[in-house]
């Protein structure tokens, strides 16, 4: 006779969800989506062995289960701690919760440089998104901070230290998706750093991804240094045939040149299939792919903004050829422009 | 018929008599009021070489500002562009070389940085945006030109001269 299916109910934030036994309270979170999804920077659902590093995902347990219902008695990392039944959580509606979060972020900021302006990853960075929705607005950290060398990796992505918050993300696609791990942690504590072992270039099929799972700007694409802002560009979902990966990705267009190439990301920002390194580096035409659909961008999105589904000058120009042919190269720059 | 709204006004059209007929009085009359205006103060100044006292707050010309060892300070970070709500404002950015670090402030700067002016508003929310003290509404009124391509304002335009910060703190 086959056996039940066990589900645990528990509820985060009051609200109640069944969920199978073993999984997490942030995944239980996630089920439920919206605002009580506690944020994680170094969890990521598709490594295994992610989390439990950046402490971004407290949550507060003030039910332990239905047989146990003493509440936890520290504030827990909902990325490591499994559901027990019965199990009520709360998130944003804890003030402990809320003020430990500010906390975290203040400690994951004293050695940022916050050199966003720079940044290629700022617009997409969730640094920056924690930052501006748990943090505080102004830092009191007022010492030098830690500063390191810089070093390259390789023509194809960048590193830069400075930014890391060791989240072990990039560690993990190293070692869990490609045969062979070239770089590390090097160091303890204080002075931990990503690097990779006598400087070698990370050359296997699928180290470009260690740029998507990067939550800030520390593993960025040099093909896409500097090229433009991520909110000037604009995603759309494209694939091709691809012997080594899915080849779902989302090309990232500005005018008509294709400026970079991620994986699809989904609402908690991880990718939904890594994709190979020819993918991502070395197919930037339009040729390469079959074009599906503008991705779409949540409302309030920075990347949304200044993106018009069409080309539309004023009526007066559009009905007169003189005026079209007399502005001609301005309409190119106003193309240029979206 | 009776009139809708009772305010219609019948004009007495009576001949002239002969001081209106020979018009010399009121050309008289005219002819003070205009002499009395030569011996008034003029409240227009002579505007190119004579320039009146602007408010503190005024927005004229943009200009791109250069930090106290005379290097840009604009990174090309984009937030200007973001926040202009007439989009006026494109821009291109690269890499710092080496032997660069004199020009540039940070290791990224614009490289093309083009206001089109016929576009601004002169809102002055890229001054607001600015999170590096780069661009300033600070110049004077944009003068008036011939071609639409002669407003798009290049770094040419923008970029504020070199200037010795010794010598202006004097």
């Known amino acids: ?338 | 018929m009776e009139s809708l709204s009772n305010r219609k006004k019948v004009i007495e059209q009576r001949p002239m008599n002969f001081w209106e007929r020979i018009y010399l009085p009121a050309i008289a009359r005219g002819l003070s009021i205009t002499i009395k205006h030569f011996f008034k103060k003029i409240p227009t100044v002579k505007y190119p070489e004579q320039i009146r006292p602007y408010s503190k707050n005024f927005r004229g010309q943009h200009s791109l500002k250069r930090d106290e060892l005379g290097r840009e300070r604009c990174t090309a970070c984009g937030l200007c562009a973001l926040s202009c709500p007439a989009e006026a404002i494109t821009m291109t950015s690269a890499e710092r070389k080496k032997g660069e670090e004199e020009l540039y402030r940070e290791e990224k700067y614009a490289s093309v940085y083009e206001i089109n002016m016929l576009r601004c508003i002169f809102c002055g929310l890229c001054e607001e945006a600015c999170p590096k003290e780069a661009i300033y509404l600070d110049g004077p009124h944009v003068t008036a030109d011939y071609l639409r391509k002669d407003f798009i304002y290049g770094k040419d335009k923008l970029v504020e001269p070199k200037f010795d910060i010794t010598k202006l703190a004097q």
């Open chain 1, 1 to 338: 006779m086959a056996e039940e299916e066990v589900k645990f109910r528990v509820s985060i934030d009051g609200i109640p969800v069944d969920v199978a036994p073993g999984t997490t309270i942030l995944n239980a979170a996630r089920q439920i989506g919206g605002d009580i999804v506690p944020p994680a920077m170094c969890y990521y659902s598709k490594l295994e062995g992610s989390g439990g590093k950046c402490r971004t995902c407290l949550v507060k347990v003030s039910k332990g289960s239905e047989k146990d219902p003493r509440p936890m008695p520290k504030l827990v990392a909902s990325c490591r701690t499994t559901v027990m039944d019965g199990m009520e959580v709360e998130n944003i509606t804890s003030p402990d919760v809320v003020s430990a979060r500010k906390a975290v972020v203040e400690m994951l900021l004293i050695n940022h440089p916050l050199d966003c302006p720079i940044c290629d990853q700022a617009g997409e960075c969730k640094l920056q998104d924690l930052g501006y929705e748990h943090g505080e607005e102004q830092a009191r950290y007022e010492f030098a901070r830690r500063t390191f060398e810089p070093i390259d990796i390789g023509d194809k992505i960048q590193l830069h230290m400075n930014r890391c918050i060791l989240c072990y993300r990039c560690v993990y696609v190293a070692n869990q998706l490609t045969n062979q791990r070239e770089h590390g942690i090097l160091y303890r504590g204080d002075h931990s750093e990503i690097s990779t072992y006598i400087e070698n270039a990370l050359e296997t099929d699928f180290i470009g991804n260690v740029i998507d799972v990067c939550p800030v700007g520390a593993l960025t694409d040099k093909t896409f240094r500097f090229k433009n802002r991520v909110w000037f560009t604009k995603p759309v979902d494209a694939h091709r045939d691809c012997p080594t990966c899915s080849g779902k990705v989302t090309l990232w267009y500005k005018g008509a040149d294709v400026l970079r190439v991620t994986g699809r990301k989904d609402e908690f920002g991880e990718v939904d299939e890594f994709i190979c390194d020819t993918c991502r580096f070395d197919r930037k035409q339009t040729s390469d792919w079959k074009l599906e659909e503008p991705t779409p961008v949540e409302k309030y999105s920075v990347i949304g903004s200044n993106h018009y589904p069409e080309f539309n000058p004023p009526a007066v120009i559009k009905e007169d050829k003189k005026l079209q042919t007399a502005n001609k190269e301005q309409f190119a720059r106003t193309e240029k422009l979206k």
